[in-house]
C-alpha cells in the first residue's frame, strides 16, 4: 500500500510558476513510476509528466513540455512538478499517482491512467488570465 499527498497547488497568474510536490508513504521511487495527471472541469483526465522507477525515463505530456519539469527527492520520498510559464489552460486539478511498471515499458503504458494503482487526493491549480 502506498499513500500519496499532494501539495503546492493554488491560485496564480498566467505567466506565473507553481511547485506540486507529492509525499509518499514509503520509499517508493526505486519501485514504482511515478505520474502526475491532471483534471479540467469538463475534460478527460490528462497524463501530463512521469518519471519511470530509479529516474531513468522522463516523459511529458504535449501541452506541458518545455514548461514542467518532473523530479524526485529520494531522501525525502517526495515527487516534484515545477511549473513554469503557466497557463490559463494548465487550471486543473492535479494528481499524483504511482505504477509497478517494469521500466521496458513502452511509452503507451507510462502515460495511461489505467496503469496507475494509487492516487492521491489531488491539489487545485486556477491560473488567472
Known amino acids: 500500500q502506498v499513500q500519496l499527498v499532494e501539495s503546492g497547488g493554488g491560485l496564480v497568474q498566467a505567466g506565473g510558476s507553481l511547485r506540486l510536490s507529492c509525499a509518499a508513504s514509503r520509499r517508493t521511487f526505486s519501485s514504482y513510476a511515478m505520474g502526475w495527471f491532471r483534471r479540467a472541469v469538463g475534460k478527460e483526465r490528462e497524463f501530463v509528466a512521469v518519471?519511470?522507477?530509479?529516474?531513468?525515463?522522463?516523459y511529458y505530456g504535449g501541452s506541458v513540455n518545455g514548461r514542467f519539469t518532473i523530479s524526485t527527492d529520494n531522501a525525502k520520498n517526495t515527487l516534484y512538478l515545477q511549473m513554469n510559464n503557466l497557463k490559463s489552460d494548465d487550471t486543473a486539478v492535479y494528481y499524483c499517482?504511482?505504477?509497478?511498471?517494469?521500466?521496458?515499458?513502452?511509452?503507451?503504458?507510462?502515460?495511461?491512467?489505467?496503469?496507475?494503482?494509487?492516487w492521491g487526493q489531488g491539489t487545485q491549480v486556477t491560473v488567472s488570465s
Open positions: 499517482a504511482a505504477a509497478d511498471l517494469p521500466s521496458y515499458s513502452g511509452t503507451d503504458a507510462y502515460t495511461s491512467s489505467t496503469k496507475y494503482r494509487y
Open positions: 518519471i519511470s522507477r530509479g529516474g531513468s525515463r522522463i
